[in-house]
């Protein structure tokens, strides 16, 4: 459980957390992994979400996905991009969360992820929360924390007076 002098500090920055699904880059689960690949490419990221053409959520894309099917017995064949669905190896089983979301579910999903996939109650996908967004309220909290609240540290068993 969170400290809620901790929580308090970082949740002042909750609306900051996400960034919404208009600003973040994504593939369809019908595209080709030749067009995947260039998006991928292009904005340097190593994993993107997938969508179907409704904008619900399907999964996860990333560069290694695509690389690993373009490697064959005779080295690397990028032929096949043209004739691979996104969806056929995108990754599925995949954690998100929906508003209004706990931020100990967000933190325990960014210990292995650079990001949390954001949906609402339908799927429909509204934006993500990074690694790098949570840092920030983690580095507000430890600039305010003394600031708002008195911290005193608590006595250990077994110390002296």
Same mark, same amino acid.
Do not use: C, W
């Given at each position: 459980?969170?400290?809620?002098?901790?929580?308090?500090?970082?949740?002042?920055r909750? %609306?900051?957390?996400?960034?919404?699904?208009e #600003?973040?880059? *994504?593939?369809l689960?019908?595209?080709?992994?030749?067009?995947? $690949?260039?998006?991928?490419t292009k904005?340097?990221?190593?994993?993107?979400?997938?969508l179907?053409?409704? &904008?619900? $959520?399907?999964? #996860?894309?990333? #560069?290694?996905? =695509?690389?690993?099917?373009m490697?064959?017995?005779?080295?690397?064949?990028?032929?096949?991009?043209?004739r691979?669905?996104?969806?056929?190896?995108?990754?599925?089983?995949?954690?998100?969360? &929906?508003?209004?979301?706990?931020l100990?579910?967000?933190?325990?999903?960014?210990? %292995?992820?650079? $990001?949390?996939?954001?949906?609402?109650? *339908?799927?429909? $996908?509204?934006?993500i =929360?990074?690694?790098?967004?949570?840092?920030k309220?983690?580095?507000?909290?430890?600039?305010?924390?003394? *600031?708002e609240?008195?911290?005193?540290?608590?006595e250990k068993?077994?110390? &002296?007076?």
């Amino acid at each position: 459980m969170i400290a809620k002098a901790v929580e308090h500090l970082m949740e002042e920055r909750k %609306d900051q957390f996400m960034i919404p699904a208009e #600003l973040v880059a *994504n593939v369809l689960e019908d595209n080709n992994l030749e067009h995947a $690949f260039m998006v991928l490419t292009k904005i340097r990221y190593a994993k993107i979400p997938v969508l179907d053409s409704k &904008q619900h $959520f399907r999964g #996860l894309l990333s #560069l290694s996905m =695509i690389t690993e099917t373009m490697l064959g017995l005779n080295g690397i064949d990028p032929s096949k991009l043209n004739r691979v669905k996104v969806k056929d190896i995108m990754e599925t089983n995949v954690p998100t969360v &929906q508003p209004p979301f706990e931020l100990e579910d967000i933190l325990h999903v960014l210990v %292995d992820d650079n $990001f949390v996939v954001v949906t609402d109650e *339908n799927g429909i $996908f509204t934006g993500i =929360i990074t690694r790098r967004e949570l840092l920030k309220s983690v580095n507000h909290m430890a600039h305010e924390i003394g *600031n708002e609240y008195e911290i005193i540290p608590a006595e250990k068993e077994g110390s &002296q007076a």
